[in-house]
């Protein structure tokens, strides 16, 4: 069984939500926890373990245990195989928010897990027309966003040493290709502006964190998404493929 820790936000909760049934599909079992706190950032995160700060709503393969714990707790709950953090999303883009708290976090994370790998999960930008109060950081451009928060992500990882888990780039990259052509009558990605969609999206973040994590493709993955949060929704598979495709392709 592979062992993932998300140190994160409503982000990393997009992301897990999928991530144990893709896997299962593929006959490999998966335990993703995701420790969520709305909003979260990295300077949030290293203060809450400085101060043990039991914050943490701790969800399991997607759904919550209605249990609150702190980072310290969470550690000490398997032998992680991976721990995965990330920047909040309205900070994604300034690189100056990530030091030095991603450094403290990861160095922790090294001393209290040695055998786990840390890892950081890029974000993504938020849509053309997002009403997120923070946009307006980013001059209300989703290029400009993207452009900056690629960059942000990728200087941070490669100055800490660790593996980027890219989904940034591939929702971009998705957003090229129909039917997610936003801007000229295609469907958009999130579900809100900057969450995303309860099926396409976290569908495709979870693909995103799997062919990273294992290595295995998802071009044949046979896991359908499907969820309460959206129970009259159908899913598409024509459209899932292209974003299994686009995942292949990209990682």
Known sequence: MLKILAV????????????HQIAAADNIDIKAVNLYIGGCSLERHWKNIQN????????????????????????????????????????????????????????YIKRKLPRAEPLLHETWAYETDSLHP????????????????????????????????????????????????YGHGGMSICRDGFHMNVIYGRYLLAAVWYKTLTGNSVCNNTYIPCTSLAPNAVCDEKVLQVIKETVDAMI
């Open 52 to 107: 043990e700060a039991e914050e943490y709503l701790l969800e399991e393969n997607g759904l919550s245990t209605e249990k609150y714990v702190s980072v310290q707790q969470a550690l000490k709950l398997e032998a992680w195989d991976y721990v995965v953090t990330q920047q909040a999303s309205h900070d994604s883009g300034i690189i100056e928010t990530y030091h030095p708290y991603l450094e403290y976090i990861t160095e």
């Open 134 to 181: 923070d946009f307006v950081k980013y001059h209300q451009s989703q290029h400009e966003m993207y452009e900056k928060l690629s960059k942000a992500y990728r200087s941070t990882a490669k100055q800490v040493g660790i593996r980027l888990i890219p989904c940034g780039d591939v929702i971009q990259e998705l957003r090229k290709k129909e039917p997610f052509i």
């Open 8 to 19: 994160g936000n409503s982000f990393s909760q997009d992301a897990t939500y999928y991530l």
